[in-house]
C-alpha cells in the first residue's frame, strides 16, 4: 500500500538530521528539523552576543507569530497563548489559577493521562470517569444525562491520550459542556498537529516535541478570552487584553526553545502547502493533508501488525492517527521487547507501563508511533521484526 502524500513525507525526512535509528517514538518526542535546530542555537548565540533581554526583545516578532500561529490552531487569538515548560507544567498552571474548591469534581474518561490523575489529586479535586464505550471514547449517548446529573466543577478530556491511538469526540463534547455551562480544559500534547483541534473549550495546553516536533521542554497553555473569568488573579495581576494569559509564563525561560517551537508550529503550517513556510491559518489545505497522511500512516501500522507474533492491535483499524498500540501475547514483557527492538533491530519504539493510564490499562501496551518521514518499508520491517 502506498501513502497519499509521498512528497509531503520526502520534504519532512529531508528537512531533518539523519536517524540513527528507526523512528517510531514520535508520540513520546519527534525529531526535530534542522531549522529548528539551528533557530534554537541562534538564539542562544544571540543570548551571549546582545545580552539576553535584548535578545529576547529581538525575537518578539517570531514569538508573537508563534503564539498566533498556535491560537490560530484552536481558532483564538494570540492574546490567549501563554508559553510554558510542557504539557504538565501547562496543566499546573491552570489548576493553580482555576475557580474551583477544594472537593470538588472534575470528570474525565477512564483512559486519562496518569500524572494528569495525580495533578488533579494533588490539587484537591475528586475525578468522577465519563461513561465511554468499549475503546475508551466518550459515550455521547449515555454523556448528557451523566453530565446534567454529576455537574462537575470541569470536564477535563484528554484529545489523543497517549496509551492509545484513539480520538475523543472533543467537538461534540465541547458543545454539550456550552450548552450546560460547565467549562471544559483539552489537553492537546497528543493531538496538536495530529487532529484538527479546532473546537470549543475554555482552556487547551500541549507540548512541543511531539506531533509539532519542536524542543524539548517547551510547551503552551491557552485560555480562551470569554473563560479569563474562571482564572483566580494572584497578587493583583489582572487578566486583561494587554497581558492576555502570559501571566500565566515562568518569569524566566528557556527562550531558545520557544523560539524553537514558534519556527516549528510555522514548519508544521506550511506543510503541504508547497512552501518552506507560510501565514497559512490551521484550517489550510497543507494541514489537512498532513493529518490524512498521519492517519494513513497509523492504518498501515494496524493492518501490518495486527497478529503479528499474537499481538493485537487495539484501535479501530481506521482511527484517524499515526499511532498503534499493541497488547502482547500471553507471558510476553513489552518493555523486553522493545528494548530488543532497538538493540537488535534498531526500532525506537515505546512501552507503555499501565500507570499511564491506571484508570483504563490492564496490561503494559507497545506503542508504535510513525511521523510524516515514516515509510510503508519501514512498517514491514518492524513487523517482521515484531514477528521474530
Ligand atoms: C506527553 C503528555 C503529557 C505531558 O507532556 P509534557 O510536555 O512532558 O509535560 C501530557 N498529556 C499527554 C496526553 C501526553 O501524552
Known sequence: MSLPFPELGEAWREAR??????????????????????????????????????????????????????????GIGAETVAFVEGARAGLFALLSRWRFSVGDTVACAPGEYGPNLSAFARHGLAVRFIPTDDVGRIDLNRLWPWLATERPAFVHLTQIPSQRGIVQPVSLVGALCRELEIPLIVDVAQSLGHVATTFDADAVYGTSRKWLAGPRGVGFVAVRQSAFNQLRTLDGDEYTTETGIRLLESSDAHIAGR????????????????TSTSAATGTGTGTKSVHQQLAAIGKLIRETHAGVGGWRVIEPLNEPTAVATLVPPD??????????????????????????APGEMTTPVLRISGHLETTADEIETLARALAS
Open 17 to 74: 538530521p539523519q536517524a540513527a535509528v528507526v523512528h517510531f517514538d514520535h508520540a513520546g518526542c519527534s525529531r526535530q528539523s534542522r531549522r529548528v535546530l539551528d533557530g534554537v542555537a541562534a538564539h542562544a548565540r544571540f543570548e551571549a552576543e546582545l545580552g539576553g533581554y535584548q535578545a529576547e526583545g529581538a525575537a518578539a516578532p517570531v514569538l508573537d507569530a508563534g503564539r498566533a500561529a498556535i491560537g490560530s490552531l484552536f
Open 259 to 274: 523560539v524553537g517551537l514558534c519556527l516549528a508550529v510555522s514548519e508544521f503550517l506550511a506543510a503541504g502547502t508547497g
Open 331 to 356: 507471558g510476553v514483557i513489552v518493555a523486553e521487547v522493545a528494548a530488543k527492538l532497538l538493540t537488535q533491530h534498531g526500532f525506537l519504539t515505546s512501552a507503555i507501563p499501565v500507570s499511564r
